[in-house]
Structure formats: C-alpha cells, structure tokens
C-alpha cells in the first residue's frame, strides 16, 4: 500500500504540473486573440485616420483649387465695374466729336468736353481715386517727383513746386503716379 501512495503521492505533482501547464495553455490564447483583437483595433483605427487625412488633404486641396480659381475670375473682371462705368462716357465722347463736325461755334464743344471731363474725374473719386495737389506745395519726394529744378521767382518758393507737367493720382491713400513737377531752387 505504500507503494500505492508514494504512486498516488507522485502522480499528483505531475497532474498538477498539467493542470498549471493546460491553464496557461488556455491563457495564452486568450491574451493572443486579444492581442490579436488589439492590433486589428489599431489597425482599424489606424485605416480610418488615415482615411480621414486624405479625405482632408483632398478637401483642403479642392478648396485651395476653386479659391485660386475665384481669385483668377476676380482679377480678370474687377474692371468690369469701371469698365461699364466708362462706357457712358465714351458715349458721350462720341457724340462731342460728332457734334464738332457740324458745330460753327467753339463754345458749345468747349462746355460739352468739360462735361465729359467732369464725368470723368466724377468716376475716378468713386472709384478712390484722387489727384495729388501740386500748386504751392513743398516738394516732397514721396509724393511727387521732380524732373527738373528752375530758379525760385522769389525766397518763398525755394523748395517748392513751380510747375506741375503731369497730374500725379492717389488710389485708397497709395500713389498710382506720381506727380512730374519743376522744383524751385
């Protein structure tokens, strides 16, 4: 009998043994797929930011595309306004240069061109533009430029404008032309 029980006794640890070593068997699957699990979690995550970032980049890229699109049309008809604006204008320009042909009197064409230039720099200072005051001025090399200097007629004119040979224009506070002005010296 004692040989029974040293066998009994023996036969444990080495059933326990398979026990412990069929626990951790059925363990080490459950870890695996849920590693398994996991990683195809990530992966699945992973795919649908990466999917959102190209849905976005494209997006973005789409936007960028119809924006330089807009700015193109925009630039190419800007002047459609003022283009519009003018053609009133050359109407009546048209209609000065006819009534020239059989007008005997000067003074009807006169008046009728000053009317079309008053239309003119009507539309200009709607459209922000204005013309840079010359008469009397200190010379200023910001806003005018000199093209020749002459001698002062008197001391109060030294550094001043004398003449003025074509207009300068300002457009929202910046020069579009400069102003081309005799300075005197």
Do not use: W
Request: aromatic share 6%; net charge negative.
């Amino acid at each position: 009998m004692k040989k029974n029980t040293d066998q009994t006794h023996s036969e444990k640890p080495e059933v326990k043994e398979v026990v412990e070593e069929t626990a951790v068997n059925q363990a080490a699957p459950e870890q695996a797929s849920e590693a398994t699990a996991g990683a195809v979690d990530y992966e699945t995550k992973f795919n649908e930011l990466n999917d959102q970032y190209l849905r976005l980049m494209a997006e973005f890229d789409n936007y960028r595309k119809r924006m330089m699109r807009e700015r193109v049309d925009l630039i190419k008809n800007a002047s459609e306004r003022v283009v519009l604006d003018l053609l009133p204008i050359i109407d009546n320009f048209e209609r000065s240069l006819k009534s020239m042909e059989t007008s005997e009197s000067v003074q009807p064409v006169v008046e009728g061109v000053n009317l079309i230039y008053q239309q003119m720099m009507t539309l200009l200072k709607q459209q922000g533009v204005s013309v840079i005051e010359t008469e009397n001025q200190l010379f200023n090399d910001e806003f005018h430029e000199a093209i020749t200097t002459t001698p002062a007629p008197s001391d109060d004119m030294k550094g001043k404008i004398i003449d003025c040979v074509q207009k300068g224009y300002l457009m929202n506070d910046k020069v579009i032309r400069f102003p081309k002005v005799v300075v005197g010296q």
